[in-house]
């Protein structure tokens, strides 16, 4: 199974529930989890959870009665709750995937100071095919070791 096999209706809701997850903030200039580049990203990796995330928005359903943004606040509050509390590792599966997701977004980083490239080698470009960094390792004496 895969994010292809997701309903429109099922779409909907994983987009609403990451909003609600980690909604949007003006004060710190980043996006919610319900934003489309963030949506695409949860959609292109679901992958092997697709699974438990379709059971998460199907319990979801069920405990909501029609698609959750169509909710009020209070209601979808309440739903939210109850899919806290019964949603097991279907419901912890979704928030997992939809954090995994916002907290790799570009402009997320950015607003936590984090630097968008790998930390080593800090600025050093290394030119292709050298392999002087190696030679300190091609110095020390050879190791044998017996394989079981």
């Given amino acids: 199974m895969s994010a292809d096999n997701l309903t429109r209706i099922q779409r909907d809701d994983l987009r609403t529930v990451a909003g ?7 004060a710190y200039k980043v996006p919610g989890a319900d934003d489309a580049a963030i949506q695409a ?3 292109a990796t679901l992958g092997r959870d697709s699974k438990l995330v379709t059971a ?5 359903a069920r405990l909501a009665g029609q698609p959750i943004g169509e909710l009020d606040a209070g209601r979808r509050d309440a739903v939210a709750q109850e899919f806290r509390k019964t949603g097991g590792a279907a419901a912890a599966t979704l928030v997992r995937v939809v954090l995994q997701c916002y907290y790799r977004d570009d402009r997320v980083l950015r607003s936590l100071g984090i630097e968008q490239r790998a930390p080593f080698p800090k600025g050093h470009v290394l030119p292709d095919g050298d392999w002087t960094l190696l030679d300190p390792v091609k110095a020390r004496a050879g190791t044998l070791r017996r394989v079981p």
């Fill in 41 to 43: 990203d949860i959609l």
């Fill in 20 to 26: 609600m997850i980690v909604p949007a903030s003006e």
């Fill in 56 to 60: 998460a928005l199907d319990h979801l």
